[in-house]
């Protein structure tokens, strides 16, 4: 299995309030992650970063998981005490009053990937069946366009593209969509932030992740065409590409 993450600033913000990372733990498998922090005057990189903080860190001193079961209960529950976590993070520091962050967060292991996710940061997957997005963005837009009151094509270009309806640690309680796919030689998964899926379209990135490139140049080519058009937001992926039998690899 291999893996790479970037972030990007992109060509607008002042700052990167997005994180995340590949996480190994002491039986070789991965965690994926990554947040789009939201909220409050520098609050959202606390959010992200804190998210990731915790994740990791319970994640490398994990081990003994082998079903899907075992993953999704494990992952769940790590995302829900970080929503607890960042709740009451946010109601004891005035100057994080209002923080949230999204989360796409995948454990890849020897022949599935389980994947969580709250808020519209993305995970797509690449296998002979083709490119799809398989998780479901919580947005305002999307619920317009699953209410058939809008196209998908009218959403790219609605006002109020980015207004998110669920959020990680801006309640008390958060309902988190987990859901595990097989993944098999050759399969890849990109797990992103909207900084790259609203500027990038679905068939660029297909078109990126199939091409010859090594996994670090198909990264570096999805942020530069993000910022090419315009880089409104920070720009954060993973890619991770299952080789079966090559734990270790990067």
């Known amino acids: 299995m291999k893996a790479v993450y970037m972030t990007d600033q992109g060509m607008v913000r002042l700052n990167n309030e997005d994180s995340g990372g590949v996480f190994i733990n002491s039986d070789g498998y991965r965690?994926?992650?990554?947040?789009?922090?939201?909220?409050?005057?520098?609050?959202?990189?606390?959010?992200?970063t804190m998210t990731v903080g915790h994740l990791?860190?319970?994640w490398e001193k994990n081990s003994g998981m082998k079903?899907?079961?075992?993953?999704?209960?494990?992952?769940?529950?790590?995302?829900?005490?970080?929503n607890l976590l960042l709740f009451e993070h946010?109601?004891?520091?005035?100057?994080c009053e209002g923080m949230g962050t999204t989360?796409?967060?995948?454990?890849?292991?020897?022949?599935?990937?389980?994947?969580?996710?709250?808020?519209?940061?993305?995970?797509?997957?690449?296998?002979?069946?083709?490119?799809?997005?398989?998780?479901?963005?919580?947005?305002?837009?999307?619920?317009?366009?699953?209410?058939?009151?809008?196209?998908?094509?009218?959403?790219?270009?609605?006002?109020?593209?980015n207004v998110v309806l669920r959020a990680l640690g801006t309640e008390r309680e958060v309902d988190v969509d987990i859901r595990t796919v097989?993944?098999?030689?050759?399969?890849?998964?990109?797990?992103c932030s909207d900084g790259l899926s609203d500027r990038v379209k679905e068939s660029e990135m297909r078109d990126i992740l199939t091409n010859e490139e090594s996994l670090e140049e198909k990264a570096s080519t999805l942020v530069s065409?993000?910022?090419?058009?315009?880089?409104?937001?920070?720009?954060?992926?993973?890619?991770?590409?299952?080789?079966?039998?090559?734990?270790?690899?990067?």
């Open 31 to 48: 965690l994926a992650i990554v947040a789009d922090g939201m909220g409050g005057h520098r609050a959202g990189d606390v959010a992200s």
């Open 56 to 58: 990791k860190t319970e």
């Open 67 to 82: 079903t899907a079961g075992e993953v999704e209960n494990w992952l769940k529950n790590e995302i829900l005490k970080v």
């Open 90 to 95: 946010a109601l004891n520091n005035i100057e």
């Open 103 to 161: 989360i796409v967060a995948a454990v890849c292991m020897d022949g599935f990937a389980t994947v969580a996710h709250i808020g519209d940061s993305r995970v797509y997957l690449l296998n002979e069946s083709g490119f799809k997005q398989i998780t479901e963005d919580h947005s305002l837009v999307n619920e317009l366009v699953r209410s058939g009151q809008i196209t998908k094509e009218d959403a790219e270009h609605h006002p109020h593209k």
């Open 182 to 191: 097989m993944f098999e030689d050759g399969d890849k998964l990109l797990l």
């Open 225 to 250: 065409l993000a910022n090419e058009y315009g880089g409104k937001d920070n720009i954060t992926l993973v890619i991770v590409e299952f080789w079966e039998g090559t734990e270790g690899d990067s």
